[in-house]
């Protein structure tokens, strides 16, 4: 794919993927512009990086769509100031996209292949604000709290306890929260010590963040 190909395709991700996908956030559209969604992509699959599909990873992980990408980016509204959490580097796309509106981004991943390739990525790109660690996403970053906002990279049956207690009041947490076939984008506020609020966004299914209880469908 040339240069001009490869710009094409960018421009048609944006306009037909991400903005039919109530994405209209022109900082976040400006960002898909700019980070070079390719360079995050591995090698097999780097003619699909443009394409409306979940692309392989090691260990059995998947690379969200850009659409959910740009609209969990969008929800979450960082500002420069801002401290990041992140569960679930993947391949580093959507830590770069943060890493570019925040002030730091901390990145979680429970897999070491992925962490090492999330790395490159982001160094290739001359993101330096970033600190990729691997680690299980599930318990959060407690010695590294409180966070003005965190992401979860992928989808949870629900958001624990452990991970709300590490925002800052003010602070918001997105995740994407269910079981198939129906999964809901959750916004969640904490607006007290112990009060959040929580709006639902918009449905769409995810990829399993790994090592997240899956609580019991039976209840007594």
């Not at 700019?34 to 599909?53: I, N």
């Not at 929260?177 to 009060?195: C, S, Y």
């Not at 966004?201 to 209840?219: M, T, V």
């Amino acid at each position: 794919m040339n240069l001009r190909n490869v710009e094409q395709a960018r421009f048609n991700m944006i306009e037909q993927q991400v903005r039919p996908w109530n994405v209209d956030d022109s900082s976040v559209l400006e960002l898909l512009a700019s980070v070079k969604r390719e360079d995050f992509v591995p090698l097999a699959h780097k003619a699909l990086a443009f394409a409306d599909l979940e692309i392989p990873l090691p260990g059995g992980q998947a690379m969200l769509t850009p659409r959910l990408q740009a609209r969990l980016m969008q929800d979450l509204a960082l500002q420069p100031t801002d401290k990041v959490l992140e569960i679930g580097t993947g391949s580093g796309y959507t830590t770069a996209l943060m890493a570019r509106q925040a002030q730091r981004v901390l990145s979680l991943e429970i897999n070491p292949e992925i962490a090492t390739l999330a790395r490159a990525n982001l160094q290739k790109a001359n993101i330096t604000n970033v600190e990729v660690r691997v680690a299980d996403g599930a318990a959060g970053a407690a010695a590294d709290a409180p966070f003005d906002a965190i992401l979860l990279g992928g989808s949870v049956t629900e958001v624990p306890q452990a991970l709300l207690g590490q925002l800052k009041e003010g602070g918001r947490l997105i995740a994407i929260v269910g079981n198939e076939p129906i999964m809901h984008a959750m916004l969640i506020e904490r607006t007290g010590p112990t009060h959040y609020k929580t709006t639902e966004k918009w449905d769409s299914n995810a990829p399993r963040l790994q090592n997240f209880p899956e609580p019991s469908a039976f209840r007594f």
